[in-house]
């Protein structure tokens, strides 16, 4: 590239540089006009060869039958013609003819114009050949529209070798007349600005051409690079990417919406959910609602939902979306995004559970001791002696809640990995009455009557016995809290190591009959190990048999909760901790017949 030219692309870069571009793509095009240069001249000469060598053989066949008419200088004019288009095909392969292509479109348009003149001033022949001119003229404007100035170029060389030739020879100057030739040189200006014209408006055209295909291209281009960028975006978002229609149908989902439903691909989305309030909302009710709410504001946000996912199960969800409409105001479809938000629900309920947990185990000791005060509190004086018996159980009292509440804190920073337990070897009739003892003054203001059946002599139990304490507790103050003044309670417990052994644990024919009913939650089943079965009984009102099913699920309460104040917790805690500790548990029961809640436990290694 030519040294001023470089010098001003950096004057070009210094003082314009909004034009950068305007001169790559220049570059660019000047690259692609060389070698549309190149590819057109090549024929050009070719057709060129053919025409001389027809001149050639015209000129042989008229030496052989006319020879009166031929002249010998035509011959040689032609084969100089022939001899410079050769050479022009030649230098077209080499490194020189694609380098310079410009040179070689000026020997191939010499060839047929300058050399001609040369060979008829060699002949002293003062014909101007004006068909030859015009013919070399047209055809090089017709294959290689490109590059107006080399055509100019090359015709001003013909007429200046002309006008050269003429002046030292004094061929045409004397041949014509001043007005003939005027005419031929107004011909030739015609027909050469007509030339020029032609090439000059075609190259103007193909540079805004290519000017605006490598627009096209580039804008393809960049188009290309963000789509990727955005599929990329749609394809590894962490939220689901949707659009459905008013109707209730997906038209576009991405990877992780699909994840969150269940299915394999996005494809499956939208062949499987063509109707969203039927087939994906376990409300219905909620599809309504969201299209209620996207109308009213064209946008809805934190619209949470639960959804059954692609294998029948049931996440939460959190929507995120807006309405596209028509040019007429009309909907076309929705758009958003959908966030699984089924372990943040977990966290909010193991939250609330942690709560509820803390208010439901902490009211029973704080209420006994509450009666213990109020009963002290009565007595007449300024001070009042406490008897050490009453301030032991207090102090009693203060540390199992202070267990309690440590507990609950164990529970809660492990709530999605469950409860925390410390096992160690437990004696069991020590607990229970330990238990009762806390809850005395519940049991003495209900007028129930406790007895502690479990055994002296009964091995001891692997189990946290916090915990534990936890199960008695709940066990006793809900059979206080849900049945009648004057219950007769009673707690036993008794190796077992088959499923017959727990017949024998009745002896009653009532309670036999209670144990044939079919409406026990669980099912002792047979441990390969022996196993710890202790139960609460009481005579109180019974359960009926469809409460029985669900009576340890969550804020589940009891046919008698007008006499308590709980939120249907301790039996939902009570099966988690003996689950926790590998045992199961248990109700038996039915309306008017009392209740046995059942539950087992494993036994301490020394105890086996």
Same mark, same amino acid.
């Given at each position: 590239?030519?040294?001023?030219?470089?010098?001003?692309?950096?004057?070009?870069?210094?003082?314009?540089?909004?034009?950068?571009?305007?001169?790559?793509?220049?570059?660019?095009?000047?690259?692609?006009?060389?070698?549309?240069?190149?590819?057109?001249?090549?024929?050009?000469?070719?057709?060129?060869?053919?025409?001389?060598?027809?001149?050639?053989?015209?000129?042989?066949?008229?030496?052989?039958?006319?020879?009166?008419?031929?002249?010998?200088?035509?011959?040689?004019?032609?084969?100089?013609?022939?001899?410079?288009?050769?050479?022009?095909?030649?230098?077209?392969?080499?490194?020189?003819?694609?380098?310079?292509?410009?040179?070689?479109?000026?020997?191939?348009?010499? @060839?047929?114009?300058?050399?001609? =003149?040369?060979?008829?001033?060699?002949?002293?022949?003062?014909?101007?050949?004006?068909?030859?001119?015009?013919?070399?003229?047209?055809?090089?404007?017709?294959?290689?529209?490109?590059?107006?100035?080399? +055509?100019?170029?090359?015709?001003?060389?013909?007429?200046? /070798? +002309?006008?050269?030739?003429?002046?030292?020879?004094?061929?045409?100057?004397?041949?014509?007349?001043?007005?003939? !030739?005027?005419?031929?040189?107004?011909?030739?200006?015609?027909?050469?600005?007509? /030339?020029?014209?032609?090439?000059?408006?075609?190259?103007?055209? =193909?540079?805004?051409?290519?000017?605006?295909?490598?627009?096209?291209?580039?804008?393809?281009?960049?188009?290309?690079?963000?789509?990727?960028?955005?599929?990329?975006?749609?394809?590894?978002?962490?939220?689901?990417?949707?659009?459905?229609?008013?109707?209730?149908?997906?038209?576009?989902?991405?990877?992780?919406?699909?994840?969150?439903?269940?299915?394999?691909?996005? *494809? *499956?989305?939208?062949?499987?959910?063509?109707?969203?309030? &039927?087939? !994906?909302?376990?409300?219905?009710?909620?599809? %309504?609602?969201?299209?209620?709410?996207?109308?009213?504001?064209?946008?809805?946000?934190?619209?949470?939902?639960?959804?059954?996912?692609?294998?029948? @199960?049931?996440?939460?969800? $959190?929507?995120?979306?807006?309405?596209?409409?028509?040019?007429?105001? $009309?909907?076309?479809?929705?758009?958003?995004?959908? *966030?699984?938000?089924?372990?943040?629900?977990?966290? =909010?309920?193991?939250?609330?559970?942690?709560?509820?947990?803390?208010?439901?185990?902490?009211? %029973?000791?704080?209420?006994?001791?509450?009666?213990?005060?109020?009963?002290?509190?009565?007595?007449?004086?300024?001070?009042?002696?406490?008897?050490?018996?009453?301030?032991?159980?207090?102090?009693?009292?203060?540390?199992?809640?202070?267990?309690?509440?440590?507990?609950?804190?164990?529970?809660?920073?492990?709530?999605?990995?469950?409860?925390?337990?410390?096992?160690?070897?437990?004696?069991? &009739?020590?607990?229970?009455?330990?238990?009762?003892?806390?809850?005395?003054? #519940?049991?003495?203001?209900?007028?129930?009557?406790?007895?502690?059946?479990?055994?002296?002599?009964?091995?001891?139990?692997?189990?946290?016995?916090?915990?534990?304490?936890?199960?008695? $507790?709940?066990?006793?103050? %809900?059979?206080?809290?849900?049945?009648?003044?004057?219950?007769?309670?009673?707690?036993?417990?008794?190796?077992?190591?088959?499923?017959?052994?727990?017949?024998?644990?009745?002896?009653?024919?009532?309670? &036999?009959?209670?144990?044939?009913?079919? %409406?026990?939650?669980?099912?002792?089943?047979?441990?390969?190990?022996?196993?710890?079965? /202790?139960?609460?009984?009481?005579?109180?009102?019974?359960?009926?048999?469809?409460? /029985?099913?669900?009576?340890?699920?969550?804020?589940?309460?009891?046919? =008698?909760?007008?006499? @308590?104040?709980? !939120?249907?917790?301790?039996?939902? #805690?009570?099966?988690?901790?003996?689950?926790?500790?590998?045992?199961?548990?248990?109700?038996?029961? $039915?309306?008017?017949?009392?209740?046995?809640?059942?539950?087992?436990?494993? !036994?301490?290694?020394?105890?086996?």
């Amino acid at each position: 590239m030519p040294y001023s030219y470089l010098m001003l692309v950096r004057l070009g870069y210094m003082f314009y540089p909004g034009h950068e571009k305007s001169v790559q793509a220049l570059t660019v095009y000047e690259v692609w006009r060389d070698r549309f240069l190149r590819d057109r001249l090549s024929p050009a000469v070719r057709i060129a060869i053919f025409f001389a060598f027809t001149i050639i053989v015209y000129l042989l066949g008229e030496a052989i039958f006319a020879p009166r008419e031929f002249k010998i200088v035509y011959l040689y004019t032609s084969a100089a013609v022939q001899l410079g288009l050769l050479t022009c095909l030649v230098l077209q392969k080499t490194s020189f003819g694609k380098r310079y292509p410009g040179l070689l479109f000026l020997g191939f348009s010499w @060839s047929l114009t300058v050399v001609v =003149q040369l060979g008829l001033a060699a002949a002293k022949i003062g014909d101007l050949p004006i068909l030859t001119w015009s013919l070399a003229f047209l055809t090089q404007a017709t294959l290689m529209p490109v590059r107006w100035r080399l +055509h100019l170029i090359s015709q001003l060389g013909v007429l200046f /070798c +002309h006008v050269g030739i003429n002046l030292i020879l004094n061929l045409s100057f004397a041949k014509y007349t001043a007005f003939r !030739l005027s005419g031929f040189y107004l011909y030739l200006f015609w027909f050469c600005l007509i /030339c020029d014209l032609s090439v000059y408006w075609y190259e103007c055209l =193909q540079r805004k051409e290519f000017s605006t295909r490598r627009e096209l291209q580039s804008a393809y281009q960049q188009l290309e690079v963000a789509e990727a960028k955005y599929r990329s975006i749609f394809e590894n978002a962490g939220e689901g990417i949707f659009q459905s229609t008013p109707e209730g149908r997906y038209i576009t989902a991405n990877p992780a919406l699909a994840r969150i439903y269940g299915c394999d691909s996005p *494809e *499956e989305v939208t062949a499987k959910f063509t109707d969203i309030e &039927r087939q !994906l909302y376990v409300d219905p009710a909620r599809r %309504n609602q969201f299209l209620r709410s996207i109308e009213q504001s064209n946008t809805v946000s934190d619209f949470e939902s639960q959804i059954y996912r692609s294998d029948g @199960s049931i996440v939460w969800i $959190s929507e995120k979306a807006r309405v596209v409409r028509d040019s007429s105001g $009309s909907v076309l479809y929705y758009e958003g995004l959908i *966030e699984d938000i089924t372990q943040r629900k977990q966290a =909010q309920e193991s939250q609330r559970l942690f709560i509820h947990a803390l208010s439901h185990d902490l009211r %029973n000791p704080v209420a006994g001791m509450l009666m213990v005060l109020k009963n002290w509190q009565t007595k007449t004086g300024n001070s009042i002696a406490i008897p050490r018996s009453v301030l032991e159980r207090m102090i009693q009292g203060s540390e199992q809640q202070l267990r309690l509440i440590n507990s609950l804190l164990e529970v809660h920073a492990g709530e999605l990995r469950g409860l925390v337990l410390h096992c160690n070897a437990v004696d069991l &009739r020590a607990l229970v009455k330990a238990a009762a003892a806390d809850l005395e003054p #519940l049991i003495n203001d209900a007028q129930a009557t406790f007895t502690n059946l479990v055994p002296d002599d009964l091995p001891a139990v692997n189990a946290d016995y916090t915990q534990l304490w936890r199960v008695f $507790s709940n066990l006793i103050s %809900n059979a206080l809290k849900h049945n009648l003044p004057g219950l007769k309670l009673k707690i036993s417990a008794q190796l077992i190591t088959s499923p017959e052994n727990t017949i024998n644990l009745i002896s009653t024919k009532q309670t &036999r009959e209670k144990l044939a009913t079919p %409406n026990s939650q669980f099912p002792i089943t047979n441990y390969p190990n022996s196993m710890i079965y /202790c139960s609460v009984e009481d005579d109180g009102v019974g359960i009926l048999p469809e409460q /029985c099913e669900h009576l340890f699920d969550l804020y589940v309460r009891g046919n =008698q909760s007008r006499h @308590s104040v709980g !939120l249907g917790l301790g039996l939902y #805690l009570c099966k988690q901790i003996i689950g926790a500790h590998g045992g199961q548990i248990g109700v038996i029961s $039915s309306h008017g017949t009392g209740a046995i809640f059942w539950f087992t436990l494993p !036994l301490a290694e020394n105890s086996r």
